[in-house]
Structure formats: structure tokens, C-alpha cells
Nanobody, 118 residues
Framework: QVQLAESGGGLVQAGGSLRLSCAAS????????MGWYRQAPGKQRELVAS???????NYVDSVKGRFTISRDNAKNTVYLQMNSLKPEDTAVYYC????????????WGQGTQVTVSS
């Protein structure tokens, strides 16, 4: 089982930047694609970005050009650089392994709160 610890969230004004980090334990990290997800109040959790073990990335349309996902396999850590933040980016952000069936994942970390003020 992968244990996950997200950090780096906070309160920022619109247009600002934050860098999220996720430290993962377990050898499963280096063998799996990883993803950043977010859940805004009253909304379902959504996939924001994913990165394969080889470094290929994908993003939801709403964050393309603003967010960058990266990973350091030696440190078992995945990052999310968020620039040009908007109030609609406000949510709790989580990391986890990525699979096309991610909605069935039952174990999540506590996440990190990102709040963007207008």
C-alpha cells in the first residue's frame, strides 16, 4: 500500500503561484504513473494532471499551460507547479497513483488545501 503525504498548499491571490509536493512511500511509486487530483466543495474529485514513469504528462484542459506535473523517482516524490492561479482552482489537492480506473481507488492521503482569492 502506498502512503501519501501532500504538502505545499496555502492561500494565494489570483495570478499567484504554488508548488505542491507529494512524498510517497513504497516501491509501487517508481512502477506507476502518478496523478494529482482535486476536489472543490460540493464537487466530485477530478483528475488534474498525470505523469507516467517515463515522464509523459497529461492535463485537464482547464489547467493546460498553467500547471506542470513532474516527478523525482529517486525521492519517491511528485510535484505540481501551479502558476497563474484562478479562484476556480480552489480545492483540496491530492496525489495518488494514476490508472484509468482511478475513481475506484479507496485509499487517499489527507490532501493539501489550495485557496485562491480574487
Amino acid at each position: 500500500q502506498v502512503q501519501l503525504a501532500e504538502s505545499g498548499g496555502g492561500l494565494v491571490q489570483a495570478g499567484g503561484s504554488l508548488r505542491l509536493s507529494c512524498a510517497a512511500s513504497g516501491s509501487i511509486f517508481s512502477r506507476n504513473a502518478m496523478g494529482w487530483y482535486r476536489q472543490a466543495p460540493g464537487k466530485q474529485r477530478e483528475l488534474v494532471a498525470s505523469i507516467t514513469t517515463g515522464g509523459s504528462t497529461n492535463y485537464v484542459d482547464s489547467v493546460k499551460g498553467r500547471f506542470t506535473i513532474s516527478r523525482d523517482n529517486a525521492k519517491n516524490t511528485v510535484y505540481l507547479q501551479m502558476n497563474s492561479l484562478k479562484p476556480e482552482d480552489t480545492a483540496v489537492y491530492y496525489c495518488n497513483i494514476y490508472t484509468p480506473f482511478w475513481r475506484g481507488i479507496g485509499s487517499w492521503g489527507q490532501g493539501t488545501q489550495v485557496t485562491v482569492s480574487s
